[in-house]
């Protein structure tokens, strides 16, 4: 049994009219984990504090934690998932708890499912298979992660899945390969994207579909709306189901969290120049003054991004999840400050009215 969030308001920005009553939209809302490496703190903690959040938002109600994959870069830590992923579930209780995602072109497609099915056998409907199509790094350490193997992401999938189901057609060489433990199902599948291609091959094949609104919020509505209007029902889904990650910040008030924002605005600016480094100090995020091409990318992340105090951030929240018809909603949040990173959830999980239900 999961939990999911109740996003409880009076008044916000909604696309349709209002009642006077108390509005309430059901919303569970998730937690990714990047495991941000600061200017304060080595990798290695990074790794140890991504534990402690996790432990802590097993007990504030979300419904799922799931750690992304990222390799050779400065300010992510969050090289093996599949690793990270056994700990967390070992450490906590209740959360559903996964990969967003499992990057395809850095995988033996038969050693994903072997993994993830033995993280299946070691915590039973606990465990999700978030699958992306990028290297999630540069092309260097991507060809370092590939080595020979083949480049299509989408023959990598169709593989996946044939080896899941055991559907290679008679006389294919990998027919009679059985990926231990053979009594075990794949976790729930996600397809992430942030682009009309991976809603695409959501719909096409009848998988969950993860948008990646942290990083490329305005594709968001199209995407959706593209995978909801093509969906295909499949054996183990009979209707789409979109969730939508986004960027949050959350302050004991909007001033706080402004403050707060400032090195994650900055963290995006020199990725997308291609001058990562870990995350900025608040003071130093501060000071920085953007030239007019970095003020753009600012600009533009800020627009995806919902900062503020408790009320602010779950009007933001609410005004998402009508406005994109998201099903569910998950939250990564960068602040240079553990403590301040484990308030935010904390702020948004207290500001939430909770009922139980089950998510798969």
Known sequence: MVTPLFIALAACSWTR???????RVVVPLSVLDLSPVTSSATPRQAIVESIALARRCDGLSYTRYWVA???????????????LIAHIAASTTRMRVGAGGIMLPNHNPLRVVEIFRTLEALHPGRIDLGLGRAPGTDPVTAAALRRGQPDDPNERLAELL?????????????????????????PPIWMLGSTLAGASIAASLGLRYAF????????????????????????????????VALAVICGEDDEQAERLA???TLAVVRNRTGRRAPIASVEEALAY????????????FRRGAVVGGPATVLTGLTRIADELGADELMLTTIVPDHADRVRSYELVSHAAQITPVSVS
Do not use: C, K
């Open 212 to 243: 990646a609104g942290h990083f490329a919020m305005q594709n968001a509505q199209q995407a959706v709306r593209h995978y909801r209007e093509r969906f295909q029902p499949s054996a183990d889904l009979n209707r789409p189901h979109a969730m």
């Open 162 to 186: 044939a080896f899941a189901n055991g559907t290679f057609p008679e006389g294919h060489p990998f027919a009679g390969v059985i990926p231990m433990p053979s009594d075990v199902r794949l």
């Open 17 to 23: 009219p209002l009642s006077s009553d108390l509005l």
């Open 262 to 264: 400032a090195p994650a």
């Open 289 to 300: 003054r953007f030239t007019p091409e970095e003020r753009a990318i600012a600009d533009d």
């Open 69 to 83: 994959e990222h390799h050779g870069m400065a300010n992510i830590a969050t090289s093996a998932p599949e690793v």
